[in-house]
């Protein structure tokens, strides 16, 4: 008996157990097979009968769905029975034959359109190609098209460097990052664990690079001088900074404001000394880069300038190479001039100009005169043109290695005033890295030479209308409340007479916090007791009994306990309400700054070597100095003013006769009335 060929649907639900009906490699044709809209009572028994199939769209029953997926999946030809009564309706003779010979569709067969005996090579191919493994192969041959098509052009990672020596960066402006598998239209990179510098070769104008072979050599230039008519600051190009770190151990003054400078150059006769890279002793001065000293035939080098020692290498590779060397390294120690990083194995090369900040963050007065007193006149000349296209400051970034967040978050005193002073206008500070394998290298590097004028020996650069207004924004940003010269606070006194408004209405007869200008002098003491500098004692005891003299009814005298404990606002408001100043010696005289014009100062100690005391500072200040120092062998009791020193040596503690401290009020008393 001729079998009719049974319908099987394609399904996506899973197969079915072999005791399933239609699991097996053979189906009979006599089983039962379901129909979503049988009717009722109707036999499916016989081969002959119809069925008509639910064509209204809506999904079967999930119920029938289950049934429907009993059957195995097959890719051979299957021959379709006549559904629905929407398409027409045929009847079926005996043995499932069709007659009319053509389906109730309307849709044709493809032995209708080819028959085979008319379709040939061309037939064959086609039927082949319409069959379910052939739309699937033609399926991927159109996808694989596709993606070649869409995928965007490769590219060799880190390739191209330019002659600065950096991995160029891809046009998406980072590297590609290799990717397994992926799929259109979703993201599937991601990157974890590893630095920014190691799959970023520049970002924020910062050139990354995560090994000195990645590195060009570069070639420097400089020290060219920003102006020579003022002098002072210095431009490089193409270097690398490091840190002294021996430096933070000297003692007994640490110093952070030192640092090495690498300067590259071709040269074979720089290339071949052995020593390129050993930095000078900081034992001798050098004022200047083409300076020369004892250490310089040691190392066969320039040394550099004071607070930038230099060092020579063809490459960052062969510097790293060379200080790792034993000879180089034992007499790096031995000078006090070990390095950091000892072993570079990652470069930030900024592409910006940048100001490198270098200062004693630990010694307030020696910043105030070893940095600022050089950069205030460049600072005031900048500061004029900012508003103009070509002038303002030149350089758009800063970095401090002598203390970190120096302008954004720290509470150092000397950070605080180049905030409030707009030090350097709109450019930003530049975090760093302290790490030993981390190298700072710039295109453009702008140095502030440390020391230059310290003792104001280059006249004509700090005048006194550039250090009036330096002092006149200070004033205003503290919000200080006398007037900075002796004119300006006589007109406000003669106004606030005018207007029947006193100071000091309203309070009471013992406050003593403000005064009037003809009120008494007012003196502020502080005697370091609470510090590591050397103490006056029995100072509280001196103030005590002067205070119960007849003649001093009206001085008033004030002490500091802490200036620790102070903010520098705080210090600056002491400073500022004070006639005289009489105070043990110490870094804390760098407030002067914010005290009015003709002030008298008096430092205590067995010896005094005071920055402020310059008399060149003084002129600028329009005030007075004196330092009291150690007693002959009479002790003071003659009256001179001296102190008494406790032991053997300038670093030590000291006292002061009553007699020497009663002279020494009655001399500031009467300098302050003339």
């Known amino acids: 008996m001729h079998q009719q060929p049974v319908l099987l649907r394609r399904t996506g639900s899973s197969l079915p157990s072999s005791t399933a009906p239609g699991s097996g490699g053979a189906v009979d044709p006599n089983a039962s097979i379901p129909i979503a809209d049988e009717d009722p009572g109707l036999s499916h028994s016989g081969r002959d009968s119809s069925h008509k199939r639910k064509q209204s769209g809506i999904p079967l029953d ?20 006549e559904e629905g009564s929407d398409w027409g309706e045929s009847d079926s003779g005996p043995g499932g034959e069709q007659q009319g010979g053509t389906h109730g569709s309307s849709m044709p067969e493809f032995n209708e359109l080819f028959p085979d005996d008319q379709g040939g090579w061309l037939s064959s191919s086609l039927k082949s190609m319409l069959t379910s493994r052939g739309v699937a192969g033609m399926t991927l041959i159109m996808m694989a098209l596709t993606f070649a098509l869409l995928r965007p052009a490769s590219t060799e990672r880190g390739g191209g460097p330019d002659a600065a020596g950096g991995g160029a960066a891809k046009p998406n402006g980072r590297p590609q990052v290799d990717s397994k598998e992926i799929t259109f239209g979703e993201e599937h990179s991601e990157i974890v664990g590893a630095p920014m510098e190691h799959y970023v070769h520049e970002y924020n ?10 590195m060009k050599p570069i070639f420097s230039k400089g020290p060219i001088l920003w102006d020579e008519e003022m002098g002072g600051l210095h431009m490089f190009e193409n270097v690398c ?23 590259f150059t071709p040269q074979e006769s720089v290339t071949s000394n052995p020593r390129r890279c050993v930095p000078c002793s900081n034992s001798q001065p050098m004022e200047n880069w083409e300076d020369a000293n004892k250490d310089r035939k040691v190392v066969g080098h320039k040394c550099g300038m004071k607070g930038l020692h230099a060092m020579f290498a063809s490459s960052v590779g062969d510097w790293s190479d060379c200080i790792m060397e034993e000879e180089n390294a034992k007499l790096m120690e031995e000078w006090g001039q070990t390095q950091s990083p000892v072993n570079v194995s990652t470069i930030h090369f900024f592409q910006e100009p940048t100001f490198v900040l270098q200062f004693d963050a630990w010694d307030m007065e020696r910043s105030l005169f070893d940095m600022l007193m050089t ?51 709109e450019a930003k500070e530049i975090p760093w890295e302290g790490d030993e394998n981390t190298l700072y290298c710039y295109r453009e590097l702008y140095y502030n030479q440390m020391g230059y004028q310290r003792n104001l020996d280059h006249e004509g650069l700090v005048t006194r209308e550039v250090f009036g207004e330096f002092r006149e924004m200070l004033f205003r940003k503290f919000g200080l409340p006398r007037r900075r010269t002796a004119e300006d606070r006589l007109a406000e006194l003669e106004y606030e007479r005018a207007q029947g408004k006193k100071k000091n209405e309203g309070k009471d007869d013992g406050a003593d916090d403000e005064q009037d200008e003809n009120d008494g002098p007012k003196i502020i003491f502080y005697d370091n007791k609470l510090s590591e500098q050397t103490v006056w004692n029995q100072m509280e005891s001196l103030i005590s009994k002067a205070r119960e003299l007849e003649k001093y009814q009206n001085v008033k005298f004030v002490t500091v306990k802490d200036f620790d404990e102070l903010t520098v606002a705080q210090q600056a408001r002491k400073f500022n309400e004070a006639d005289a100043i009489i105070m043990a010696h110490g870094p804390h005289m760098a407030n002067a700054i914010f005290a009015v014009d003709g002030t008298s100062f008096v430092e205590v100690g067995c010896r005094v070597e005071s920055l402020v005391g310059n008399p060149r500072f003084m002129k ?29 040596g300038d670093d030590v503690n000291f006292t002061m006769t009553p007699k020497a401290f009663e002279r020494l009020i009655d001399d500031v008393v009467a300098r302050l009335q003339a």
């Open 62 to 81: 999930a119920e029938d769905i289950i049934h429907r997926a009993s059957a195995h999946t097959s890719l051979e030809q299957i021959v379709d029975e």
């Open 205 to 214: 104008k910062i050139r990354f690079f995560d090994s000195p072979d990645k």
């Open 241 to 263: 900074l490091t840190n002294n770190v021996d430096a933070l151990r000297y003692r007994p003054d640490p110093d952070t404001g030192l640092r090495g400078l690498i300067y």
């Open 375 to 425: 950069y205030l006149p460049h600072w005031d000349k900048f500061l004029g043109g900012a508003n103009d296209e070509d002038d303002g400051f030149p350089f758009n970034s800063v970095i401090s290695h002598s203390l970190q967040g120096c302008l954004s978050h720290s509470h150092n005193w000397f950070c605080e005033v180049l905030h409030q002073m707009y030090a350097f206008g």
């Open 620 to 648: 600028l200040m329009d005030g007075e100095y004196r330092a009291v120092e150690k007693c002959s062998d009479d002790g003071g009791e003659d009256g001179n003013v001296c102190v008494v020193c406790k032991g053997k």
